[in-house]
């Protein structure tokens, strides 16, 4: 009957860091705790013994040989990617011959001595998760002998690690194995949920494997940006969503401008403020559609570096770039290029309420100075009446001011003279505006 011998679990888990504080080992601060604690208290309530080979080690390594039904070995890595990105790679084995039929359930054993870190999302900023991937390997024996329904056996391993049956699957070879890449999405390339890749390798025989494993940190990096462009690209199509929400929006506030003129000045304001914020999250939005953009183009350049270095002649790898390629570079820069416009909407806008608010504002600068100048003509004619009519005829001392004729006719005067005046200023905004 076909065994595998040697089976190898691999999770390569990617987060972005860029810019976050690191641990004298390199590791980011807020996964410190995990790192230097929780994972060995964790391990050891599992019956794993672990060490760390040195101080500054990024390396932490496990032993099971009380619980397992098999020997268990194996390795938590902790590895800075790409200037901006941290791979925590869990790695174990079991170093012996394994029947087909209980490769599946072997799996899942290697699976339950993980212990992943839990961030709290309280605490900012945090490690931005964008995806992870699955390795399974090992090599056949006897050797070269073909493994048979290898499809389904690998139907099994993915069900067992992510719980759930694959809905997509690529076939391919491997220094001559055939390599199975298995993931979940509501499309074969769209919607890709970002926990569901797995690829399954069984080498013919020990050699392969061997020779296989000196690609271990090939495969890391290249899922890396595989995973960061299927994030970003999916990253991307929210933003779109949320950028087009926001587009019709505007189109619709465009429609309604000439209502603004019957607002006064307080909700022109409001109105102003709101279009503000639309219009700086619609930069902000139209900015990170742009980033994301970048980063399909930068993960797409060094996974070619990749697949032309170690995968030069893998069919199924390449096919992945051709579709980014073709697929998702082309979409970012249509959804970019088409909804771009939408930022001048907005500006257009902002600019028409802003200016609606300057005129309202400046009309009622103008009339409340009118207010005053006409308040002021009429307590200065007042006055001069007042002090006119008192040189002429001084009331009796006895008299109180209101009862006096001075204070009567200071009073009619002011008003007179402050209706004259109004009557010009008024009779001179209807000559301007005739003029217009």
Known sequence: ????????????????????????????????????????????SKNLSTEIKTNNSKWRTFKNTTTASVPVTGHYIWEKLYDDSDCLWFKCDIDQKIELTDIASKVGELKNNLVLPQVNPDIQPFPSYFGQTWMVSGWGFPANSPIPDQENLAGQIYKELIKKEHQHKELGNFLGSTILEMWRGSEKWEGIEKDSHVLIILYPDEAACINGARYYNSWRDLFCCRNKIIWAYEQGKKLKQSLLKEYKKSVIDNTSLPNLSQKDLLELKNELQKNIDKMSSYVQNINLLATQQHTVEVNLTNYKKLLDAYFLKNKLLKNFSNIVEKTYKVQLEKDYLSLNPGLAVLENITTTI??????????????????????????????????????????????????????????????????????????????SRFRR
């Open 354 to 431: 802003r200016g609606m608010v300057e005129l309202e504002q400046a009309q009622r600068d103008r009339n409340l100075n009118n207010t005053v100048a006409i308040v002021g003509v009429g307590l200065a004619t007042s006055q001069i009446a007042s002090s006119i009519i008192i040189a002429q005829e001084p009331p009796p001392q006895y008299l109180p001011f209101f009862k006096t004729t001075a204070f009567w006719w200071s009073l009619a005067t002011g008003i007179v003279a402050s209706l004259i005046f109004w009557s010009i200023l008024r009779l001179y905004s209807l000559i």
């Open 1 to 44: 009957m076909n065994q595998i011998e040697y089976l190898n679990l691999d999770l390569f888990i990617y987060n972005i860091t860029e810019g976050l504080p690191r641990n004298q080992n390199g590791v980011p601060n807020t996964y410190e705790n995990y790192w230097l604690n929780i994972l060995e208290s964790e391990l050891k």
